[in-house]
Nanobody, 123 residues
C-alpha cells in the first residue's frame, strides 16, 4: 500500500505562485512514476505533469513554461508560477507502480491517489 498526502493549496491572485507538495509513504519502492493531475468543476481529471525516474518529465501544454514538477526521494512537488484563473481546480498527486518495469513491481494492479488539495486563482 501507498499513502499520498498533498499540501500547499490555497487562494492566490492571478499572476501569483504556489508550491504543492505530496508526501508518499508505505510501499514506495516501485514509485518510479509520479504525477500531478487536476480536476476543475464540471470537467474531467487531466494530467498536469509527471516525472519518471531516468526518463524525464512531461507537462500539459497549458502549463508548460509556468509549472515545474520535481521530486526529492518520496516527496513530489509542483511549483506553479504565473497562475491563471483557468488553473483553478483540485490538484491530485498520483503514483503508478504499474508503470515500473522492474520484475519486483509486477504484482501491483492499482495506482494510488492523494486526497486532493484545492487551488483557487482569483482574477
Amino acid at each position: 500500500q501507498v499513502q499520498l498526502v498533498e499540501s500547499g493549496g490555497g487562494l492566490v491572485q492571478a499572476g501569483g505562485s504556489l508550491r504543492l507538495s505530496c508526501a508518499a509513504s508505505g510501499d514506495t519502492i516501485c514509485m518510479s512514476t509520479m504525477g500531478w493531475y487536476r480536476q476543475a468543476p464540471g470537467k474531467e481529471r487531466e494530467l498536469v505533469a509527471s516525472t519518471t525516474s531516468g526518463a524525464g518529465t512531461n507537462y500539459a501544454d497549458s502549463v508548460k513554461g509556468r509549472f515545474t514538477i520535481s521530486r526529492n526521494k518520496n516527496t513530489l512537488y509542483l511549483q506553479m508560477n504565473s497562475l491563471k484563473p483557468d488553473d483553478t481546480a483540485v490538484y491530485y498527486c498520483n503514483a503508478d507502480p504499474r508503470r515500473d518495469t522492474r520484475w519486483f513491481c509486477s504484482d501491483f494492479v492499482n495506482d494510488y491517489w492523494g486526497q486532493g488539495t484545492q487551488v483557487t486563482v482569483s482574477s
